[in-house]
């Protein structure tokens, strides 16, 4: 296996309970991201920690692995989920996909753009910026944000909109200079994913809430393509509604 694509699909979740398992024009949202993500890669799985994921994802014939439910984060159960893979399949994999669970509609396209990222050499993580066209997302917390250096590797993430324009209006920012917003779609060096979950969260981490600093304060190199597609996830029922009202469903 040269790419391993993972989705890890929560039932628990906070705002939104049984998230995975809700139904989007006939199908489960977890069934929607592993059909996207079968167009992109050979090899995708569900890790799940309830038993009612597990089944819809064995009834719709996708592959599915049980993990535990005392994960701190989706990284922590993308590790799990791959070691269980790797020794049920017997090989090892080169780079590991965590697919965002809640992106029914995520393109092949975006996924593909990802694996660009490891044709630099010195690429450990790889993710996503799309260009800031909102001017209110630009200002919004809810969209991190991100700057990069001039080979494409992250230098800071933040919810705070970066770089600050000095000498010009904040309103006029747009006009002035690109921003761009974080995709939260990762790839990982297969070495790299057990190491960066052993990492204990940093102060940059605590400050903003943002997984990825923790990955940058320990000298991480994460490479940042630009993708022409934008991401839509689902983080409440009033967000299936939003994506009705635009269309995409």
């Given at each position: 296996m040269e790419y391993l694509a993972i989705i890890p699909a929560r039932f628990a979740s906070t705002r939104f309970p049984g998230k995975?398992?809700?139904?989007?024009?006939?199908?489960?949202?977890?069934?929607?991201?592993?059909?996207?993500?079968?167009?992109?890669?050979?090899?995708?799985?569900?890790?799940?920690?309830?038993?009612?994921?597990?089944?819809?994802?064995?009834?719709?014939?996708?592959?599915?692995?049980?993990?535990?439910?005392?994960?701190?984060?989706?990284?922590?159960?993308?590790?799990?989920?791959?070691?269980?893979?790797?020794?049920?399949?017997?090989?090892?994999?080169?780079?590991?996909?965590?697919?965002q669970g809640d992106e029914p509609f995520i393109s092949p396209e975006q996924l593909i753009e990802l694996t660009k990222c490891f044709d630099d050499p010195q690429a450990e993580i790889a993710t996503l910026m799309k260009r800031i066209e909102e001017q209110a997302e630009l200002y919004d917390p809810s969209t991190p944000k991100v700057v990069c250096d001039k080979y494409g590797r992250a230098l800071y993430f933040s919810r705070s909109t970066i770089p600050f324009l000095r000498d010009i209006p904040q309103n006029e920012w747009p006009g002035h200079h690109p921003f761009f917003k974080h995709i939260g779609l990762y790839g990982y060096k297969r070495e790299i994913l057990p190491e960066i979950v052993s990492m204990d969260e940093g102060l940059l981490e605590k400050a903003e809430k943002l997984e990825q600093l923790r990955w940058l304060e320990n000298g991480i190199k994460i490479c940042v393509r630009e993708s022409a597609y934008n991401s839509y996830s689902v983080d409440t029922p009033a967000d299936i509604d939003s994506l009705k009202a635009k269309g995409i469903i």
């Open positions: 995975p398992l809700t139904m989007i024009a006939g199908k489960s949202m977890v069934q929607r991201v592993y059909e996207q993500a079968c167009k992109a890669f050979a090899n995708v799985y569900v890790a799940t920690d309830h038993p009612d994921i597990y089944s819809a994802v064995e009834e719709f014939g996708g592959r599915v692995v049980m993990t535990s439910a005392n994960h701190p984060n989706g990284t922590s159960r993308v590790l799990e989920a791959m070691q269980k893979i790797e020794k049920i399949r017997g090989t090892m994999c080169k780079y590991v996909v965590n697919v």
